[in-house]
């Protein structure tokens, strides 16, 4: 905010626009150098002049009320007068709308987040998808869009007739009623270890997938038992995230659009058959072929993704579509945009990936063909549970202490995730997630708790006890500053929120989100420990106490914007 007074200063003076100034700005690596530096280097060619007579021109023609300028060799030192300021940005930060962009102008995104796999366990490595999703899914909201998340589950396939083949051969109805997810997944497991003794496994895999497609009965009771089976354990795990979908829709919705896909492909000449298959050449791009239909005559997830994105730009109206899906699927992506473009869909160009690393757990990677999955559900609940055993270490006396634990538990791991560059890989560490030091999920709870404590002791502080303090202040000591150093600090910002959040939606960015809320949060702790807030002088008591509020409302509304409660007490 401060910075954009600045570059609107500057403009006129340059010959720059203000958008080209801002983009210049820099923060000075020392305080004591100003609280802004702009640098001429690139103004010596259009104006002909050394940077540092520009510098010398500009901090003269700068000085204007609220702002002081002084040249630095090439740079231009900015300091604004914080007494001046800081009760117009106090106000600002306070607003209802402060923050609210306009990015996206009502443009509608439809956010393809999640799609868990049916008759699979919910694993860790699902969280990515999930968390990642439904952050972008409010950022974008935020910032003036209409977003509409979809979890695009995966209920259709191949898979399903190795599950089917599984459960028929090996299968026991008694233990899948009883533990059905952890049941399918031994059976899964199973087929995958014995189809590499017996390769007519997969022949028959198949062929119980082509008997489903066809609406074989047998075939559609059980994957209709193993979708409802999948979503009640799915719906607990987003539950416990607060995620939610404004639609559920899995592969198997598209089964009656793909036919169409096909023929209009055909139709445009796209379609060449390939050893018995049918493909989409990419040549021209440097891909491979796009499979289209299998040799089988069954479909594949290319035919199901072009008929899914056609769907949401033409019935849920779509402005931009997202896919939020891990890494190793770019290819995929690259392929169907494509492929979508050479049907001369104009609007392919709004197609995304929004890719993002693997999460290992202990250095491995998770694969439910060998069983290696850590299910999500055991991740959550030792979380909680570490997360329950500090708090009554700490706070013993603690109401409604398994509450908080949970808010805390579980906002540990969203926390955790989310705090990394979604490209990263990760390597989960539940020790580190749960920490209350550190930048982590707890401890910006624990401020936001700190903060509550701190006002509800302000509001307890008697008027006379007041005035006492802050006669024997003005008695005792030199005149109280105002705004000191670390309210400075945090005040400003706390006034950066809206580039933050224009940052973390341009770059389909989450982490930017929680690292700047890290910021806040450790700001808050320096401005804590300096200055005193609850037992000021009345002088800055009230400043001190309304920035201390904007503050706790910041940082609860960021966890909020990242799926994490805040709870009032820990």
Not at 334 to 343: D, G, R, Y
Not at 415 to 424: K, P
Not at 427 to 441: I, R, W
Request: charged share 25%; proline share 4%; hydrophobic share 40%.
């Amino acid at each position: 905010m401060l910075l954009k007074q600045a570059a609107t200063q500057i403009s006129p003076l340059t010959g720059l626009a203000p958008e080209e100034v801002l983009r210049l700005l820099e923060v000075p690596p020392q305080e004591e150098m100003g609280d802004a530096a702009f640098p001429c280097f690139t103004l010596a060619k259009s104006l002909r002049k050394a940077p540092v007579v520009i510098a010398g021109e500009i901090a003269v023609a700068l000085q204007t009320e609220g702002m002081d300028a002084t040249a630095a060799g090439p740079y231009v030192n900015i300091r604004f007068d914080r007494n001046v300021l800081a009760p117009q940005l106090l106000e600002e930060v306070g607003s209802e709308t402060f923050g609210k962009l306009q990015l996206g102008q009502g443009a509608r995104v439809v956010i393809d987040m999640s799609s868990p796999n049916i008759a699979k366990p919910f694993g860790i490595g699902h969280l990515r998808s999930t968390v990642i999703g439904a952050a972008l899914y409010r950022l974008y909201n935020e910032a003036g869009y209409t977003s509409i998340s979809v979890n695009h589950l995966g209920d259709w396939g191949t898979q399903f007739g190795k599950q089917i083949t599984a459960y028929k051969r090996w299968g026991n109805e008694e233990m899948l009623q009883a533990d059905p997810i952890r049941n399918s997944l031994e059976l899964y497991v199973r087929f995958h270890d014995e189809a590499e003794k017996d390769p007519s496994l997969e022949t028959e895999a198949r062929e119980w997938f082509r008997k489903l497609e066809q609406g074989d009965e047998e075939a559609k009771r059980l994957w209709t038992f193993f979708v409802n089976v999948s979503m009640q354990e799915f719906n607990r795990m987003y539950e416990r995230l607060n995620v939610d979908f404004d639609h559920t829709l899995g592969e198997s919705f598209y089964n009656d659009k793909m036919g169409a896909v096909v023929e209009e492909l055909r139709g445009k000449g796209l379609l060449e058959e390939s050893d018995g298959a049918l493909v989409v050449r990419l040549d021209e791009e440097n891909m491979p072929p796009c499979l289209i239909i299998k040799k089988d005559g069954t479909t594949i997830y290319p035919t199901r993704d072009l008929a899914t994105a056609i769907y949401r730009h033409d019935v849920m109206h779509a402005d931009k579509l997202l896919y939020v899906v891990g890494g190793e699927q770019s290819l995929h992506f690259h392929q169907v945009f494509t492929v979508l473009s050479k049907m001369e869909y104009d609007w392919a160009d709004h197609c995304e990936h929004i890719p993002f690393g693997l999460m290992r757990f202990e250095g491995r990677k998770m694969s439910t063909r060998r069983g290696k999955v850590v299910f999500l559900q055991e991740v959550l609940d030792e979380a909680v549970a570490r997360a329950l055993q500090i708090i009554q270490e700490k706070n013993p006396n603690l109401e409604q202490a398994e509450q908080v634990a949970e808010a805390v538990g579980v906002g540990a791991i969203i926390f955790g995730d989310l705090r990394n560059n979604r490209m990263n890989n990760i390597d989960f560490s539940l020790e580190d997630a749960v920490s209350f030091e550190g930048e982590t999920g707890p401890y910006v709870q624990y401020t936001h708790a700190r903060i509550q404590s701190v006002l509800a002791k302000a509001a307890n502080v008697s008027r006379d006890e007041q005035e006492m303090d802050s006669d024997t202040d003005q008695m005792n000591n030199p005149p109280v500053v105002i705004v000191g150093d670390t309210s400075w600090a945090l005040l400003k910002l706390l006034s950066d929120y809206p580039a933050y959040l224009e940052k973390a939606v341009l770059r389909n960015e989450p982490s930017v989100i929680a690292k700047y809320t890290i910021d806040v949060a450790q700001a808050f702790n320096r401005f804590y420990h300096a200055e005193r807030i609850a037992d000021a002088p009345s002088g800055v008591k009230a400043f001190r106490v309304k920035l201390a509020e904007h503050t706790a409302k910041r940082l609860a509304y960021n966890l909020s914007l990242l799926g994490v409660r805040a709870p009032e007490q820990m």
